[in-house]
């Protein structure tokens, strides 16, 4: 799923380049659009998703003034867990960023993961 993003100006460092630590949001970004467009039901105070792993490569450098996007795939689906492939990409396609992150279920009153239900597996593999 690609989602478009908004460079602001504090996103920017000396160089003019987007900050590391930027891109970590951005991807943030991307998993909660994919998460409300395919799963909008997940109560995030209740039984939910939570990231427990993410690894990332920065690319290319971002240059303020440039549109980009998160583009957002699901890659595997375990029993407690979903991992996710992401990518940050300029408009004219050229990879910025790649992102792997790891979701794991949480229930959030007992404080422990649980078997993801059928129903949500489904729904997560749209794409």
């Known amino acids: 799923m690609k989602h478009p993003l908004q460079l602001r100006f504090s996103d920017i460092d000396r160089l003019g380049h987007v900050t590391n630590s930027v891109y970590s949001q951005f991807l943030d970004i991307g998993r909660l659009a994919y998460i409300e467009t395919y799963l909008p039901e997940l109560d995030f105070n209740a039984r939910t998703l939570v990231l427990v792993r993410i690894e990332s490569d920065f690319v ?64 997560l593999q749209r794409e």
């Open 60 to 123: 290319h450098p971002s240059l303020y003034g440039e549109q980009l996007y998160v583009d957002t795939k699901v890659e595997r689906i375990g029993t407690k867990s979903v991992s996710m492939r992401q990518e940050i990409i300029s408009a004219q396609g050229e990879v910025k960023c790649r992102s792997l992150s790891i979701m794991s279920t949480l229930d959030q009153q007992t404080g422990k993961s649980f078997i993801l239900p059928e129903e949500w597996k489904d729904k």
